[in-house]
């Protein structure tokens, strides 16, 4: 059995050689490029744009402008397209004379090479007609503002309202303690190390696009509309892929490139974007603005709660409303026991567009909810972990919405060994009455996450598997490895399903929309759940059709045959009849009867799973510096089973990580005057390094999920989603000191250190 070993990735020795082939090293030499003028305002209309000068310039091929684009208005967000109502918000065009935002795009170069295309975008020239602008969400909705889309009054992307399910009655009981407080979340981009890259060209009647995607199905839908021509035109090559974390979840700029290549006669096109316009012209995480209600029994138990959240969606809609619906479901489900009332509005406004990210509004809300959940022990005086343990999730709820079912005691089992290691009690005692400088905290914080789009979205996955020569398998999935060892689970499954040694299954990396079986992609921390079930059900039936072949051959009935370990075995005895690679090359070169043997199947999957866990960290503050050193961080997962431990370990790093950012320094800041990005590079925005990291400590429980092929649940989001929380009130922990705000930067830490008097 292969599920639960730490087998090595099946890319690593690739990657680690280069030999891995990522979008940049399949472009053509001779490929022209193409760069983007982005607006330098942040709302307004394009009123002219001259060209001439750029196009006398030598290497210059073309220059296009948003009054040649044609009128074709498309979606960009990467969601599962369904045939029911409603749609997807079609609110762009390629190119955009309507600007929204300060990095909107309105015209494009094609040159013979990066300083030719650099050199014309500096000498077009643009006429605008500045309006106002609107940064902030409640002031975007409000009478008189700045409107960005006609068609949506008071700026709504969308919003939520709950029903009042008893809020009103249960918060109105006597006796009740009220906790009443404000968070903010901040805009962080998601710096993976590729930066989003294109290439297309045309070829045999039909345009391809070679992309840097977590999503190519949905990018060649996207990439048809767009153009206004068949989907089946449309071919999208998804190479090795150097992170994404939700943001090449969109259509990002594949659409533009396809186009500017039928411009020059379907020549090829690359389309490289600076980091600078990855931060701004990319996605960004919504930043949310939380007001919580909570009313709460002397005891600690939870009597009423209540939501209010207004979410930046930005200039475009992208996943839009999704996100915050997210929430709300977050918020609702943590700590289901009480009446709750949930509000949520997804504002437009004159701002990066927000788009997904790793958690998918789980980590803005977990950290306002959690943070509050510490507030409220303190103030009881009751340990944070044995109020949490008190209203958490318990077992049997169901959601009911998606139906999906609590099987298990996951959040008391993940804090108890979660106490246990990192020495939860003892640390609290070790901390108390400090009264130095430099103090110690602790913290903790619990999440819950529900994985797929069901169902919202259409869910399914599929899977081919083709029988070779020497009786290895060619496995093809649409799922796609990004980076997160994805590959290496699916080849997992499929040696255990079929019964061959995992050195046999050859895994496609791959994806080309011309060959690979249709699928979504990778997103909502659907792929090793979702895939397990097409992956065993294809096995199965390419099982089926070797033993069929396996009679012919050993006059053996098909129910005595069974395929172990690459071998067709008589399960009476245990004995060995013939190997596969035996059994491929008769069946393969017979001259009586050749057979190619494959298989293809689709799973239509109407349920997901839960997935519980808790983050536990140690902070030292240096009040007069205002400064957070972050000691320890442990995070406790129960993802079901497994598939690969070592990989699993290390998906818990990376989302660890990106919460360490969230929580201490990442923040893209805009010029209030202006709109204008101010650190939207690598050397200002400040994401946390490995000198920003203690030793990154992940363990697991495993509970196998009964809904599931394997009896793993996800595990790509859930990392990122509790260690901002746990970190904050660690800091609450050491000082006293209520940080509302993310980041716990040195500037949030002074304002609040001199108002309580610290400093």
């Known amino acids: 059995m292969y599920v639960g070993q730490s087998v090595p990735r099946v890319d690593a020795y690739d990657k680690a050689a280069g030999r891995a082939p990522f979008t940049g090293d399949l472009c053509p030499k001779d490929a022209l490029t193409a760069r983007i003028l982005h607006a330098n305002i942040s709302h307004g209309y394009v009123k002219s744009i001259d060209t001439a000068e750029a196009e006398a310039l030598p290497g210059v091929v073309k220059v296009l402008t948003c009054f040649d684009v044609p009128d074709f208005p498309f979606a960009t967000d990467g969601h599962p397209w369904h045939v029911e109502p409603p749609h997807d918000n079609m609110d762009r065009l390629l190119l955009n004379r309507h600007v929204r935002y300060c990095g909107d795009e309105v015209a494009a170069v094609i040159a013979v090479d990066e300083m030719s295309a650099a050199r014309a975008l500096r000498a077009i020239r643009v006429e605008y007609e500045a309006l106002p602008f609107v940064l902030d969400p409640r002031e975007a909705m409000a009478p008189g503002a700045p409107q960005l889309f006609d068609s949506k009054p008071r700026n709504l992307c969308g919003e939520t309202h709950s029903e009042d399910d008893g809020y009103h009655q249960a918060a109105g009981a006597p006796g009740l303690l009220r906790f009443d407080n404000w968070y903010h979340t901040p805009m962080v981009q998601h710096c993976h190390l590729e930066n989003h890259i294109c290439f297309a060209y045309s070829e045999g009647g039909k345009l391809t696009v070679c992309t840097s995607t977590q999503i190519p ?28 974390f939700g943001n090449k979840q969109d259509a990002l700029y594949e659409p533009l490139c396809a186009w500017l290549s039928v411009q020059v006669g379907g020549r090829c096109v690359v389309l490289d974007c600076s980091r600078e316009e990855t931060f701004v012209s990319n996605r960004v995480r919504h930043p949310f603005d939380i007001h919580l209600i909570t009313h709460v029994q002397p005891d600690g138990t939870l009597a009423a709660r209540r939501a209010e959240i207004w979410s930046r969606q930005g200039a475009y809609t992208s996943h839009g409303h999704g996100v915050l619906e997210n929430a709300v479901s977050a918020f609702a489900n943590l700590y289901p026991r009480c009446p709750i009332k949930a509000d949520g509005w997804t504002v437009y406004t004159n701002t990066p567009t927000a788009g997904a990210m790793r958690g998918y509004g789980f980590p803005q809300i977990t950290f306002a909810v959690e943070a509050q959940m510490e507030e409220i022990a303190r103030s009881l005086a009751i ?45 609290k005692k070790a901390n108390l009455n400090q009264t130095g400088s430099i103090r110690r905290g602790i913290g903790c914080a619990i999440f819950f996450y529900t994985a797929g789009v069901w169902p919202v979205c259409v869910e399914s996955a599929s899977c081919r598997m083709v029988l070779n020569q020497d009786g290895s398998v060619q496995l093809q999935l649409p799922e796609t490895e990004i980076g997160q060892g994805a590959d290496t689970a699916f080849s997992q499954m499929a040696a255990d399903a079929l019964g061959i040694p995992l050195e046999a299954v050859h895994i496609v990396s791959i994806q080309d929309t011309d060959v690979t079986p249709y699928g979504m992609g990778a997103y909502a921390s659907r792929q090793t759940y979702v895939a397990s079930f097409s992956i065993r059900q294809t096995a199965e039936l390419l099982k089926n059709r070797i033993l069929e072949q396996a009679q012919v051959l050993t006059r053996q009935s098909p129910s005595n045959l069974t395929l172990r370990d690459g071998k067709i075995v008589r399960v009476t005895d245990g004995r060995i009849l013939m190997t596969l690679g035996e059994l491929a090359t008769q069946t393969l070169y017979s001259l009586d009867h050749s057979t190619h043997l494959t298989a293809e199947t689709t799973a239509d999957v109407k ?58 320094s990442e923040q893209l800041l805009l010029d209030d005057r202006t709109g204008r990005p101010l650190n939207g590079n690598l050397l200002d925005y400040k994401v946390s390094t490995a000198l920003d990291h203690p030793d990154l400590e992940a363990c697991f429980i495993e509970c196998p999920e009964p809904t599931s092929g394997f009896g793993n649940r996800s595990l790509g989001e859930p990392p990122a989603v509790s260690g901002a929380p746990a970190i904050r009130n660690a800091i609450l922990d050491a000082t006293g000191v209520a940080v509302n705000r993310l980041p716990a930067n040195p500037h949030e830490l002074y304002c609040l250190f001199r108002e309580k008097g610290l400093l």
């Not at 099987?407 to 939860?424: E, M, N, T």
């Not at 690969?644 to 990106?658: F, K, T, Y």
């Open 217 to 244: 199905h949905i990018v060649r839908r996207i990439v048809g509309q767009a153009l206004g021509i068949p989907w089946g035109k449309v071919r999208i090559i998804k190479p090795y892929v150097g992170g994404g």
């Open 383 to 427: 340990d944070g972990v044995a109020l949490r343990r008190k209203n958490a999730m318990p077992v049997g709820f169901v959601d009911g919405f998606n139906r999906n079912e609590n099987y298990f005691d996951s959040v008391d089992r993940c804090l108890d060994l979660g106490c246990q290691r990192f020495g939860w009690s003892e640390k």
């Open 607 to 664: 349920n997901n799973a839960f997935h519980f866990g808790c983050s536990f960290a140690e902070v030292e503050v240096d009040i007069p510096l205002c400064k957070v050193k972050l000691l320890r961080l442990l995070n406790v997962h129960d993802a079901g089973t497994l598939i690969n431990p070592r990989l699993a370990e290390a998906q818990v790093h990376g989302g660890m990580s990106m919460s360490i950012g969230f929580a201490l």
